[in-house]
């Protein structure tokens, strides 16, 4: 199964104050150039009905809440971190083997549990459901179904607080009918190419001849999509690499945009980093600079490589980053931070779904 918290950055806001409950609540990601510059990061489903999704500028989502007693709120990652790995590790005591593939979801394995029967896995789903709801106060949605591809696309048949369950004699009628950008894996771009091939359902996918997809898409996409088309999939659900970021932040001297005063201290919270990533044996692929302001509101920067684990290499794109910062703003910097994400084992061979993508 595939279990996804909904909403979850805005629903996490929820939590912590019950009384934006009835009101379109939108998170967002300001990149500080001006005040409403930035892209909306996730919206409650009510902020939703008035068409506002992740990605958005904020702008637009204000224009689209005209006169609406709405409220907009910055992103707090430290906050649902720790709401996220609560529930995760709830999640791990209710599977066989257990996957967390992003902060708000995890595959887990049930069919040893529940001796592959889809009545037990579904009452293991409603006390998952349960126990999430009553610890954390957080709805989530479900999907059972015989491979990880299948229970992804269930998981977001009904949404929010949906639990969907596809047995096998079914994957075919439950997938033909959904738009092709369900698969995970289909973003903008390929659903504008399969549109370009008369493809806009998984149905239509499915019917597409194998090495003309191959040829679009690479053997490994092409292959992955016709299989998915199909409901087949044979990844396992294995735990990834521990953490899924890591990340240091540390109090300047002084308030300062003197970037040689921020590296001085961002260097040395790269060396830490770096001695983290090696004791785990991992490589990062996405560096991001945070930088907290007098008024401790956050602002960062990312930049994404190919993976690596070089201490310069992070070094000189922290600098960048921050470089990049000081020209847009005209703020004084409090405390530096780095994080990087994107990680993945040194030298592993990736061929994890996922990892086609992220
Ligand atoms: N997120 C983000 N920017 C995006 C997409 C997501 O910052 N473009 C963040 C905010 C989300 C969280 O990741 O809350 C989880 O992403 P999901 O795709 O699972 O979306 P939600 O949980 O927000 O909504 P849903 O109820 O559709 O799962
Ligand atoms: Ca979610
Ligand atoms: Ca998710």
């Given at each position: 199964?595939l279990?996804?918290?909904d909403?979850f950055f805005a629903?996490a806001?929820?939590?912590?104050?019950?009384?934006i409950?009835?009101?379109?609540?939108?998170v967002?990601?300001?990149?500080g150039?001006?005040?409403?510059?930035?892209a909306?990061s996730?919206?409650n489903?009510?902020?939703?009905?008035?068409?506002v999704?992740s990605?958005?500028?904020?702008?637009?989502?204000?224009?689209?809440?005209?006169?609406?007693?709405a409220?907009?709120?910055?992103v707090?990652?430290?906050?649902y971190?720790k709401?996220?790995?609560?529930?995760m590790s709830?999640l791990?005591?209710?599977?066989?083997?257990f996957?967390?593939?992003?902060?708000?979801?995890?595959?887990l394995?049930?069919?040893?549990r529940?001796?592959?029967?889809y009545?037990?896995a579904?009452?293991?789903?409603k006390?998952?459901?349960?126990e999430?709801?009553?610890n954390?106060?957080?709805?989530c949605?479900?999907?059972?179904?015989p491979?990880?591809?299948i229970?992804k696309?269930a998981?977001d048949?009904h949404?929010?607080?949906?639990?969907?369950?596809?047995?096998?004699?079914?994957?075919?009628?439950?997938?033909?009918?959904?738009p092709?950008?369900r698969?995970?894996?289909?973003g903008?771009?390929?659903?504008?190419?399969?549109?370009a091939?008369?493809?806009t359902?998984i149905?239509?996918?499915?019917?597409?001849?194998?090495?003309r997809?191959?040829?679009?898409?690479g053997?490994?996409?092409g292959?992955?999509?016709?299989?998915?088309?199909?409901?087949?999939?044979?990844e396992?659900?294995?735990?990834?690499?521990?953490a899924t970021?890591?990340?240091?932040i540390?109090?300047l001297?002084?308030d300062?945009?003197?970037?040689?005063?921020i590296t001085?201290n961002?260097d040395?919270?790269?060396?830490?980093i770096?001695a983290?990533?090696?004791?785990n044996?991992?490589?990062?692929?996405?560096v991001?600079?945070?930088?907290?302001?007098?008024?401790l509101?956050v602002?960062?920067?990312?930049?994404?490589?190919?993976?690596?684990?070089?201490l310069e290499?992070?070094q000189e794109t922290?600098k960048e980053?921050?470089e990049?910062?000081?020209?847009e703003?005209?703020?004084?910097?409090?405390r530096?931070?780095?994080?990087?994400s994107?990680?993945?084992?040194?030298?592993?061979?990736?061929k994890?779904?996922?990892?086609?993508?992220?």
């Amino acid at each position: 199964m595939l279990v996804d918290l909904d909403y979850f950055f805005a629903q996490a806001e929820e939590t912590r104050n019950p009384s934006i409950r009835d009101k379109p609540v939108v998170v967002c990601v300001y990149s500080g150039r001006s005040e409403d510059s930035g892209a909306v990061s996730t919206a409650n489903y009510i902020a939703r009905k008035f068409g506002v999704k992740s990605g958005m500028p904020i702008a637009l989502a204000k224009s689209k809440l005209q006169n609406v007693d709405a409220v907009f709120l910055p992103v707090d990652d430290t906050y649902y971190e720790k709401i996220s790995s609560g529930v995760m590790s709830i999640l791990k005591r209710y599977a066989d083997s257990f996957e967390q593939a992003g902060i708000d979801e995890a595959y887990l394995e049930v069919s040893q549990r529940t001796k592959e029967s889809y009545e037990e896995a579904t009452e293991l789903a409603k006390r998952i459901k349960n126990e999430i709801l009553t610890n954390h106060s957080l709805t989530c949605s479900i999907g059972i179904g015989p491979n990880k591809v299948i229970a992804k696309v269930a998981s977001d048949a009904h949404k929010p607080d949906g639990l969907t369950v596809i047995e096998p004699g079914r994957v075919l009628e439950f997938l033909s009918p959904l738009p092709v950008d369900r698969l995970i894996g289909v973003g903008l771009k390929t659903t504008q190419k399969m549109r370009a091939l008369g493809v806009t359902t998984i149905g239509d996918l499915a019917k597409l001849d194998v090495q003309r997809l191959v040829k679009i898409f690479g053997k490994k996409l092409g292959l992955y999509f016709h299989n998915a088309a199909a409901g087949i999939d044979g990844e396992p659900v294995q735990e990834r690499a521990g953490a899924t970021s890591i990340s240091r932040i540390s109090t300047l001297k002084e308030d300062t945009r003197k970037l040689i005063l921020i590296t001085e201290n961002t260097d040395r919270l790269c060396e830490e980093i770096k001695a983290e990533l090696d004791q785990n044996g991992l490589v990062f692929r996405t560096v991001t600079a945070i930088a907290i302001m007098k008024d401790l509101s956050v602002r960062s920067r990312s930049k994404s490589l190919d993976n690596t684990n070089r201490l310069e290499v992070l070094q000189e794109t922290v600098k960048e980053l921050f470089e990049r910062y000081l020209a847009e703003s005209t703020l004084e910097i409090r405390r530096a931070g780095v994080k990087v994400s994107g990680l993945s084992k040194v030298g592993k061979n990736q061929k994890e779904l996922s990892s086609f993508f992220e």
